[in-house]
């Protein structure tokens, strides 16, 4: 979650699928991240015996069988700035998560990590659509990814679904676009089915 990341900097941003060596790293990285929306909500979320917040598809990331879910780590210089959870749902890319650490916000690094996201999954030739939720109460977030050129496709009563085109950049509403395109053929209920349930 970036809420604001107006003002861009000269910085090199690298996103690398994470090892497993950085599994404590990402855990710990996880639990501010869930902590924090549920703060957003108003929530206390609940804590396991060492002190994380659950999240039943995390090992799951790591795991040879599962090869549809990629562990991505937000770099800047040698320093680890967030994550992004990439998830492959069979017809289309959908971020299931995304963090940068609040001492590195405002400074463009979401952004950068985002243009990154979206030429691995052009590169991968595989999906038109690459997929962002956000919760209702999530302003910022919801501002941020529309900031990236995703447009907001369908609400629930709990998240907000937005998508990107990977082929035609998100740049034109989604009635105006060719009917190849991602937004225009994939329905809401598809994307909404897909969304990753933390608990």
Not at 119 to 128: D, M
Not at 140 to 162: C, D, K, Y
Not at 177 to 183: A, L
């Amino acid at each position: 979650m970036e809420p604001d990341d107006r003002h861009e900097e000269k910085i090199e941003v690298r996103l690398e699928p994470a090892p497993a060596s950085l599994k404590p790293i990402f855990r710990t990285l996880l639990t501010q991240y869930l902590a924090e929306l549920a703060s957003i909500q108003g929530q206390t979320p609940p804590r396991d015996e060492r002190g994380q917040v659950p999240y039943r598809w995390f090992e799951v990331y790591w795991q040879d069988f599962e090869p549809e879910r990629i562990p991505f780590g937000l770099w800047l210089a040698e320093d680890l700035a967030g994550f992004c959870l990439l998830r492959d749902t069979g017809d289309h890319w959908q971020v299931a998560e995304f963090f940068v650490l609040p001492a590195y916000r405002h400074r463009g690094i979401g952004a950068r990590a985002v243009a990154l996201l979206k030429e691995f999954c052009r590169r991968s030739r595989k999906y038109n659509i690459l997929e962002a939720n956000t919760l209702l109460a999530n302003n910022g977030a919801l501002a941020f990814w529309h900031s990236q050129g995703f447009v907001t496709v369908s609400e629930s009563p709990e998240r907000m679904i937005n998508v990107f085109c990977l082929n035609c950049g998100g740049s034109q509403p989604a009635s105006a676009r060719p009917s190849r395109c991602g937004p225009r053929r994939l329905s809401a209920a598809a994307l909404d089915q897909s969304a990753e349930d933390p608990a």
